[in-house]
């Protein structure tokens, strides 16, 4: 398998420009997570997906920030207009959903700067 | 709520010898989950091992074990062996269906393998 697959791996932009990142979870895997990380606030999970439903995106940290799932095998997050505070690696990682804790594999993730 | 506590910011340790990396947690829930995963230097989140609160036995994982102490609360990552490949950000992590099998977060411990 080739595991989760991220991309872009990395995107410089201007601020207020819209920002799309992708991701493509492993294939089988039901559950999906977008995190964020920096260093001053460490790894934040902004949004998971079961079976392509959001439910929970509490961590999404403004209306600027947007997530979508279409189907099992994409998922892209969204960031519209994008300010230098959102520079940061955001991972996105999936899982098989069962009746245990099964570990989440994690992308390579994107890591973003805004100018 | 769930919390993860890493008190060891950075640690270093001669090659060839064991190493113990702290966690502490902190849950109402009685059904979780414990993880541990590496981040090297090239950024991707690697996972390393897993512990079920129900778990009577602690886990290993080849040279990983982790060191269960439930009424403690504590999850520590031992490695033994240690090798310059293992320096690297470790993080803790807990997982529990209360809080939708979402992934919390420790800070980390960055260990410091020296030759």
């Known amino acids: 398998d080739a595991g989760v697959i991220q991309s872009p791996r990395h995107e410089v932009t201007e601020m207020g420009q819209e920002v799309t990142l992708r991701c493509k979870p492993i294939?089988?895997?039901?559950?999906l997570f977008w995190y964020r990380q920096t260093m001053m606030r460490g790894l934040e999970l902004l949004i998971y997906f079961n079976n392509n439903v959001p439910i929970d995106d509490s961590g999404m940290p403004e209306d600027r920030f947007s997530a979508k799932m279409p189907n099992a095998s994409f998922s892209t997050l969204k960031i519209q207009p994008s300010e230098p505070r959102d520079s940061a690696v955001y991972f996105c990682a999936s899982r098989l959903a069962s009746g245990s804790y099964n570990e989440q594999f994690f992308g390579p993730g994107t890591r973003l700067t805004v100018l | 709520a769930q919390k993860i506590t890493q008190t060891q910011p950075g640690m270093f340790v001669q090659e060839k010898e064991a190493v113990t990396l702290d966690c502490t947690y902190d849950t109402s829930d009685q059904s979780y989950g414990l993880f541990w995963y590496k981040q090297p230097s090239s950024g991707e989140m690697i996972f390393l091992i897993y512990q079920g609160s129900y778990d009577e036995q602690n886990a290993t994982e080849g040279r990983y074990s982790l060191n269960f102490q439930k009424a403690r609360k504590s999850a520590n990552l031992v490695i033994s062996a240690s090798q310059l490949g293992d320096s690297a950000m470790y993080f803790c992590a807990m997982s529990s269906h209360n809080a939708g099998n979402m992934l919390t977060f420790g800070g980390g411990t960055r260990l410091m393998v020296k030759p």
């Open positions: 294939s089988g895997h039901n559950s």
